[in-house]
């Protein structure tokens, strides 16, 4: 997490008032249950919801108290005595600081989810947008990068826009692996706090009880996190990777908007480059690795060790404040990416006419010829073209075996780019109707 | 995958048997789809059905054919003709490779995580069983490696329980992630083939059909599939160290089930070693790496590459079958694991007493001591008995300060274990009831 | 490791025969030393060499053993005993079980490398080859994908020389890195065997005695050797990615070599794949994957735990026999590589002169332009190229600023390509004369 | 990298500050080079060193310039012109930003390993000055976690000092890979900037220059570089590992050294917890975690893409920073570890005399006892021990079989520590006198 890669609203998820704030929540949560139980008295539990409630919670004074005691939760309720007064001692009874730092980490990955979900929805509103705008826009499906047969770049956008749905879906999943609430005490074993109290504090936050933990939340949670945000990641790589190939020299069909003012290069005024993309690649990197030290954090030794601690406070911001970055930089480009149909075009009728040959192939064996043979008249006719320069029909309409099998009328036919769109109507029900 | 970490269900599921098999009842379903549709006759589709679901592949012959043609497809589709004859005219009519490879590989997948679900079941219910058993067995809590408060290790175990049973629904989630068919043909747009082929397909192995793919299924899917199984992999992990902590020669209070005609060193002969979860351990590192190049798969150029072929060989393969093999060696090992209950509580009453100090720092705060206090009357008699080997409640009777502030019984009542796992029925009936 | 990305050498390095013919091969060595110490009878050694050096080990007949035993060097001991006969209780004095297991991975992993030596001098003798036949072989370069300055292919070649050549000297390293030999006993203090045995069997192996072990050879080492073979795939994956740039149908100034026979899909006949290369790019991903749990097999418990086993059990093949198909395939691609110079050309003509943008700026700027003004001039006329397919050099001809700052036959002088390649020789002496 | 687990002069590296100013010094260090080619007058090279030596870059404004132009380095020239005046315009010519921005991150990358260098220096020290410390300190080695054979304390840390030694010399190495110099124009093909001028920049700046860059420096070698820091980081996760097992209350051999304010935990005043080591386990993680997009920056397009700049613009301050804390952290754990030997020997002890029985097999086979039957006799009087707390000698005295084989006084013998410890000089010679 670096401020280049990152955006106000999340980074705030991630600052020390955020964070304080949640700590005295759910400390405030717990009391007004412990009150409820008689445990502590109601006056005590108001006061500190009026007290903590109105205070500033003072980052240097705690970061100061911290020095002394090496304690961070210490740290934090020694100053909210200091605000509170008295009252404060009735704070924190019966619970453990994991109990604090870990429904708090929650609530700051159910936070940053919700971030992370809205930027994905302005993703796919993007992707559908631009979808429908291309959805007859013809040009040529690659594989391998070779030219394969026609598309439309709507298509293109279309499986985008399902694998970014399918992304929404494993990040609200991923929402509700982490949107859990411990106040179970030491070791978990809610010896010294009633159970009622962490379904109090989970149902405030909207959280769920951690059904069983140990002082710490299972990390497994937090390891399915992240994994699935590497997993977003990675679709974003892919898409990014698509648009910088699609805006290569040779390629050109489409292009990152480029603003007046932009330089692409010190030394090149011509070029324009994916940069944006490229960046996308990059950050995408980063997010993905994320995912083996989380999934290293799940084997902590008994009911917990704090080797966790570390890799969160990293992580925990780098990989929600990066790929809230990279979705946003994502939809920035779908939404204004310049799209160049007549190059799009140009580039299918490079060799003229072969794209077709699947479909002239499957009417020679249609008609009676055997798949090997039929493979031999396509490909002899078809080195012609990639070799000579030929039109692939002129050369299909000479070769007699060919003529012989296929009349001409029926060939020429074979030749319509209508042939290749016309299940796009059905793609795009299956893709935007159920969503 | 490597025979010594290999089961034979999960090895036949990636057998070139297996695979030739799959290829053929999609090749032949298409051509009851094909058939339905009236593209090819219906004798076609049943003589396909006849001869092909009667034949044994030569396996020997495909690998001949592919070495001439270097095309594995197309080699065995030679083969299925050489078998079915004149009507293999009609095989993979408007299709392409990746439609039979890719819908084949999600079946074995599909098939995997079967076996892999049936494997947690088995250790879902190994620990149900040892975590009733020991619902009450006392031992000591430990974060950081050091004592802690007292649980039980019935209540260790359901925490496992609670954790296989989250990667039980992960596993769940990632099967239905690959649970796809497609059979769109080149670039994915159905040009030479209808929607309702794969529909058929689909329906008749078990899938749902993919809603837009790109000649191939989007690796998205995959990526996902593999970082969970890299997720239950570290949930391996934990337990296994678990038990390698409880093994220890100092801690020493469970044990690997040891069979008689085994030797655990060739120059120790009393040392009886923790090897299964250590292995476990291993295999739990080899099942975590794999979850990155599935995700480095994600980004395919355009409307597929095949960079992610040989990965799959590979990890499709090796993930599950070692995970597979690491289920079931975790499972044997809950089942046949020697605990020791007396050294549980010899353990637990090393430093006597100590365990308590957090029920006497609370009882303290909760008679009027304020928190800081309360905590340095705790610390400097819990350092007498960390120094110097005293008894807890001894010096605690002895400490005039404490006395004032707490009656002796009430004291005393601190010092009872029963505190420590009263709510143990109600984690048991949080973790077990739901289930 | 599978058959299909596997090369018999490589294979033979891991074979259950090498690996015992190696452990043999350590114990008898041992006896030596041990015989010349007079620790045991020097017709002991002798009779062991003698026989055990005749013998064909029963793999079959170690495997029953250790299914009995579990433990596979005992199993091993026990056989050798049953061909050495009496004097096999001279075996293995003093020696624990890692003496034998991890000095014998040393031993394959230093062959291993031997080979992966072997395909890199390969794989740098095709560069160097390809590089000089293509020294003056105009192409464009290009940053971010677009088309930037002039350089030579053979620089591209030159480039890959230079890479592997440092590939080739990580390799060494990482051979020395686990070129050593513990013979330390149970816990490596030597206490059960002199450490002159240790440095007998080094220096009979070809290895340095480990400086001090704990029963196992530190894994750091190990874990320097993965990572840097997870470097030299990333490396493969560069100089593999190139190529499927260059074959791309828009590029297409390179191929990799397509023999008559194969077929390049089973649908579209005229389409040639970079297989070859698209391969080695999924191949680069698994070797670099193993770098991840080598790393992690470091921090062993105390003086050894066992977890390292498994995963090396499976990367030691997985990792050398993979890097070795990679290494050995990139060669050939390269060594077979079809270049198209004609399209190199035509390809950097595309934008008519715009490629000397920068040589245009530069001079400008000589001749006292200010660089901002400097760059507008190039800009505003590149634009005209860019957006209507105008010729660079008429247009700045005709830009009365320019014509202000630079004369005609200057200008002129501007678009000579020769000017891109006068250091070419200077690259080439400084990448190729070292080595 | 976050301010917790950061040190001042390893962040000053990576300031912005400490970037502009390398900035300017390879830019001004051309100037020299191309005025002493006379390709710009002397006057301007002095005057810029004049002026933008002297000068405070301004940050804010330099960002401001970002903002409009999107590009760093032309907004840094933008900067250094409004300083340095007209001569400016003689600044960066021929060069691309990729010469800057890449010899400075190199620049940046050895600077930083020069502090890793010294901090390892410092750990190195630690390790030695305690190792001689503890030489003769007997403590119980462990494998698999269960008790083996004697050695020494000062043997393990023998054992971490070769380790790091290892390390340093893999950082030696590292340093070694990035310490290069691009000042190659374009494309890396020296068309607009001669070779002699990259020469001189180099030589300033304590680098060699590239032998080929293609506009960017080949980045294998940061790839190479990050994989070392990965391995260094998992060697100081070893011994952190070490530490947390002796520190665990069953062992409680070793422990960090406990601050007197400083507080365990919120609850459980007893506990000292190592939190530094576990800490120091999370960071390995992260470090290690980076050289996996670290390997897939390798694979830039063509001449460079842009992908490898947001990963490296986090990875190189975050790789750097946390492994410079973590070897300081683990440098101070060292220096003031608190060391208990009588818990050693207790814990060494509590089998009463077992540890000996590799021994006592030995010289039963030496006593011409078959290997199998020795076994066999160690086997069952151990287990007496092991089950019923019986000690180990008094047990074989007994035993008549032993008897016949072994004399009493030879038997004692056995049980000598002192025999474990014979070759402690040996090892010590091996690991210190080299270094």
């Known amino acids: 997490m670096i401020p280049r890669y990152s955006r106000p609203e999340m980074v705030d998820v991630w600052s020390q008032e955020t964070k304080f704030r949640i700590w005295f929540e759910i400390e405030a949560h717990a009391c007004d249950a412990l009150a409820e139980l008689g445990v502590i008295p109601k006056s005590a539990a108001e006061a500190i919801w009026a007290k903590g409630g109105a205070a500033t919670f003072d980052i240097e004074r705690i970061d100061e108290i911290e020095r002394e005691t090496k304690h961070d939760v210490i740290a934090f309720l020694t100053h909210l005595a200091e605000i509170v007064g008295p009252d404060a001692r009735f704070v924190h009874q019966g619970m453990t600081s994991s109990d604090v730092l870990d429904t708090c980490f929650n609530v700051q990955l159910v936070r940053a989810t919700d971030i992370l979900l809205a930027d994905t929805d302005r993703l796919l509103a993007a992707l559908k947008t631009r979808a429908f705008e291309h959805k007859d826009t013809i040009t040529i499906g690659r594989s391998h990068g070779i030219h394969a047969e026609p598309t439309t770049f709507g298509v293109k956008l279309a499986l985008a826009y399902a694998e970014f749905e399918r992304c929404r879906q494993r990040l609200v999943a991923a929402r509700e692996e982490v949107a859990t609430c411990a106040i179970s005490g030491a070791v978990g074993t809610f010896a010294n706090i009633d159970p009622s109290v962490e379904e109090h504090v989970a149902k405030a936050l909207g959280l769920k009880p951690e059904p069983v933990s140990t002082q710490v939340i299972p990390r497994d949670r937090h390891a399915m996190f992240f994994a699935t945000l590497g ?142 043979d039929a493979y031999k008249l396509v490909q002899r006719n078809a080195m012609k073209v990639w070799e000579e320069g030929a039109d692939f029909m002129t050369e299909l309409l000479a070769d007699a075996d060919v003529a012989l099998a296929l009349p001409e009328a029926e060939l020429r036919e074979k030749f319509d780019l209508g042939y290749h769109t016309k299940h796009v109507d059905t793609i795009f029900r299956r893709v935007f109707d159920a969503c």
């Not at 009728?349 to 040959?357: M, Q, W, Y």
């Open 231 to 372: 997993v977003v990641a990675s679709s974003i790589e892919r898409l990014a990777t698509e648009i910088r190939h699609l805006q290569r020299t040779e390629v050109l069909e489409a292009e990152e908007y480029f603003s007046p003012g932009q330089k692409g290069s010190s030394a090149m005024p011509h070029k324009r480059n994916p940069v944006l993309t490229e960046n996308l690649t990059g950050l995408a990197r980063m997010v993905r690795s994320y995912a083996m030290p989380a999934m290293e954090n799940v084997a902590l030794w008994h009911e917990r060790d704090i080797s966790h601690s570390s890799v969160e406070r990293m992580i925990g911001p780098d990989a929600t404040v990066t790929l809230d970055f990279a979705l946003a930089r994502l939809a920035g480009v779908v939404e204004k990416l310049v799209v160049y149909p007549e190059r799009m075009m140009a580039n299918l009728e490079r060799f003229k006419g072969l794209v077709h040959s699947q479909r002239v192939l499957l009417a020679l064996t249609q008609a009676g010829v055997s798949r090997e």
